[in-house]
């Protein structure tokens, strides 16, 4: 075939983005406030200092500021390995036989395997820059970790891991490629921290959970010297640096003059999501487009479609402001679902609020499904695709098949926001057909909902 | 830093090569023909008809045609990963404070892992036009195995993989890697076939060879009804189709004017290192240019550096036709470096015989040296590199340093075949200190050579 549309559209360095774009600034109604868990009013920077460098807590709390420029040093980061590829799936058309035309952002294309590089590299660069020498952080299905790893390797900072344990067993090479870039990975829950002893001594035999990791990492953060602890998603300044992925579709799009009818995207805590759709949300907020969202949870940790909209706490220890979003409870431990990177029991705040106010549609996705529709696109566009990445991937070709029934030409955008190198732990369980489905009953998520906090927000509203 | 020169450059798909070049067109001492084991005459494409498909045998017999048509189809399938990118290694040369301009052309962005996918692609799309439907072939590192997975998964063929033993065992991943596009994969000496049998029986602990898989590999393709073998290296239409790498570097770097003065590659059976450099050797055959040529080998498998360059077999069971090379004789084993991908006796006949006349030089790096430069690069440049490619960044770094002494500003490029994801395991070797260095005695090598046969031609040359 002869491609007036290439099948990779690469944007040269200068038509790359020199700003983050913050989706708050456009938005009428905004995201709930954090709020202090003690006294539970609005968080302040001042309340956020010991735990985040300080760069990141004002563009956490700045909701006006419409675009956010990226320092110098960080664009040269980016350049690293930036632009990642927008690729038109002429195979996987093929494939399903569809009229729609469909294209991924392909952010698998570095060695941490994932969008996560997009946050780690300025996070790292904030940390060097306001004199912090060490930083602390958690890591699900290991691509954040991996990412602040060799962002640490490249900034020469010390970071310490605390990995999701049920994720170190699965994933042991993931574990080496950080120590690798230097990097200190501890399995959690540990013994090493307060919060992990407690968790421990409740379960000893706990798998583990990102917001179990999330407590030791932010204990062993607060408790050392010029120390600071990084987070990977679900806050406000993660999506804004992932807002380079929507940012960079949307110029190599534009190129060619094509409208997305439908955005894909998986979504844990929401920052690769957010920031694939940012700034097509943006048209349709001020009225200029009807442009579809759809977000793609796994059926085993369902906070979109499941969970409660609510004041919650980041971590199970409940350490950590409160933040409004769709939320299944700090308390919820999902089962040990292969998509590591989705297993989050809460959601980014302002994706929740879209997804309140009718702006965006979600949908949940058990496990053989994600991985029958991972094979069928890896066979036919090459690409090994992430679990997680792998739950976009089925909601495009199931969206791709409902227009080859009707006949639609619709244009579909997914994100494809890594690549599997590190789950073939998975792979070998699918292949083996000893893979296996997991919804929770009711019973399961009433569990989480009860470690929702009673406070007068969640009831007021 | 703002560059003249992008960071990373892309080709449009315009820019991509229509053709492959065929450098022995262009020599005037050509490689000496491949001769029928038994009659020692030249061989016919009759005599290689068993094994081989009908292109490829017209492409490894032709030593005229310059340039060789690229078919559509397989222009089809190399934009769905290509063009490669050119990257110029800013972050590299700064850590070395060296006044050298750094390259590298980055052939790992493929899910393969490796350069690989660019001759497994043809090789399955001539098998599927020529009405085969299954093929065999043999894999050391796993990366050849991955894209003849890759290939036969898009082509729709069946595909037996005879993987080195210890190649298997170091990594279970790659395998399932394969096995998750439907291949059929072996531990290689196997029961299974009697030239791994007779291996075994010769020694029950044999860890494999290269040679010893390639011996089951044909076995099985011509007891196998419509089934062919293929080969990922050493062969000239191997060299051939990688030739891709080098025609979009010198576009790339024609671009912008560079002419580079060096040019380093990994070598094991020698076509990624043939296949960068092919375009810009006919400028130094036609006395253009003054380009210096270093090929890296392992000092464990030193072909180059210590092998005889004599008509050889090119597997272990001595049942493939004679190839004029550098050799280590196929009876040598090589110790089980963790560069799985450059455990291979023999070499091009191509670069063999341009070393033989001076046209290249050649280089034998230890193993932790290897890894240094690995670690090195890594941090810096983001990229975690596969073991063999690693080789060729250990000399960029050396001659990079040797432009720091002499002040020179030379222009330096390398390739970096591949990625190091399916490597962790020496990797943490590295990490724990445990990987050792192995060079081959005189003894050792001994028992290579003498299982070199004693034919009329290895004498009188």
Sequence with gaps: MTNKIPTRIYLSEDEMPKFWYNLRADMKDKPDPILHPKTLKPVTSEDLAGVFCKSVIEQELDESTREIPIPADILDFYRAYRPSPLIRAYYLERALDTPAHIYYKFEGTNTSGSHKLNSAGPQGYYAKAEGFTSLTTETGAGQWGTAMAMACGFYDLKLTVYMVKVSAEQKPYRKALMEAYGANVIPSPSDITESGRKILSDDPLSTGSLGCAISEAIETAVKTDKCR???????????????????????????????????????GGGSNLGGLIAPFMREKLNGSSKTRFIAVEPASCPSFTRGRYAYDFGDTAKTTPLIRMNTLGSGYIPSANHAGGLRYHGMNSTLSKLYQDGYMEARAETQIGVFDAAIKFMKVEGILPAPESS????????????????????????????????????YTAYNEKTMSDYTPSDTDLKRGFDSIPDIPQNVCR
């Design 391 to 426: 739950h976009a991937i089925k909601a495009a070709i199931d969206e791709a098949l409902e227009c080859k029934k009707t006949g639609e030409k619709k244009v579909i955008l997914f994100g494809l926001s890594g690549t599997g190198f590190f789950d073939m732990t998975a």
């Design 229 to 267: 602890y990084v987070l990977g998603s679900v806050l406000n300044h993660v999506m804004l640096h992932q807002t380079v992925i929507g940012l960079e579709a949307k110029t190599a799009l534009d190129k060619y003059g094509i409208k997305p009818d439908i955005i894909i995207g998986c979504a």
